[in-house]
């Protein structure tokens, strides 16, 4: 049964729900319940539940020190190199926040956590199933390539529909980047643990690359578990903590961050708000950064962090 049948389903159901209202006095008109859901199904949104259309500054609020805001998808583009003002060789990764919107909102009341699902990208329906084509109509956005959720707190809370862009954070502050590392296939335990290997040359016979004895004698006559040997390595969700934000480019939605971030050239990143180093929260848009209606966001500079007015170089002689 599509989504259509279901909403179309529910909406008669909520009809015949209705009771009959009888009026008081001639005088006093009563709306026709029958003719709102007749106008409501003669729409094409008519079986998506929209939320209203709110202005930047009914969303806007003040962020506290226990407030928690979402986090966006990445697309990680690759690594560079660059050199600040003062000289210095910058390692740089470069992430694409490439369309970002809120595809679903969890409260307490319904889901019992505070969250926001994030959709990333663009993707045809018949890349889809056909319960995540129906998931993204019953919210009413467009389909996405990449769904992630993000634990908020109640007072960061977004309506559905909302878009993220990289303006979300402000260069100069610390972000925790989570994603999947680049699989390496089946390794030895030299390269997968950095064992020292045998002797390379007398007393060695086709085990220079061994990892030796994995075990006692009878007792206790087993191999403890958590013995490192040889496995498959790599393709495990890892997080960097504390990478530094460089820079922010509006006009192409790309974010450059210092060091070195898991996974492939392609792959999908989450970023958030770093644990340990805590940004200023007077310097962060609550719970988002809401463009102007008059501003052209392809016209933006973009946005460095503040390198400081003295010189590291000059200070270390």
Known sequence: MSAVSRGLIS????????????????????????CFFLRRLSTADALVDVAPKNSSEQLHRMMSQNSKRTGVIAVKCGMTALWDKWGA?????????????VSQVKTVEKEGITALQIGCGQKKAKHLTKPEVGHFRAQGVPLKRKLREFPVTED??????????????????????????????????????????MPASHGASLSHRS???????????????????PGRMGAQQ???????????????NLMWVKGQVPGAEGSFVFVKDAV????????????????????????????VADLGEVDPFMVAD
């Not at 990892?211 to 191999?223: F, I, N, Y």
């Open 11 to 34: 909406s008669l159901r909520i009809l015949a729900a209705i009771p009959k209202i009888t009026t008081t006095s001639a005088s006093t008109p009563v709306p026709n319940q029958f």
């Open 89 to 101: 060789r910058v390692p740089i990764t470069i992430l694409w926040v490439d369309d970002n919107i």
């Open 156 to 197: 960061a809370l977004l309506p559905v529909g909302t878009s993220i862009g990289v303006r979300h954070f402000v260069p100069g502050q610390f972000v925790d980047v989570t994603g999947i590392t680049r699989g390496k296939g089946f390794q030895g335990v030299m390269k997968r643990h950095g064992f020292r290997g």
């Open 211 to 229: 990892l030796g004895s994995t075990g006692q004698r009878d007792a206790p006559g087993k191999v403890f578990k958590g013995k490192k040997m």
């Open 238 to 252: 890892r997080t960097v903590k504390n990478v530094w934000v460089y820079k922010i480019e509006p006009a192409r």
């Open 276 to 303: 340990y180093k805590k940004p200023n929260i007077s310097l962060l848009p609550f719970p988002t950064y809401f463009a102007d209606e008059d501003e052209d966001m392809s016209e933006l500079e973009p946005l």
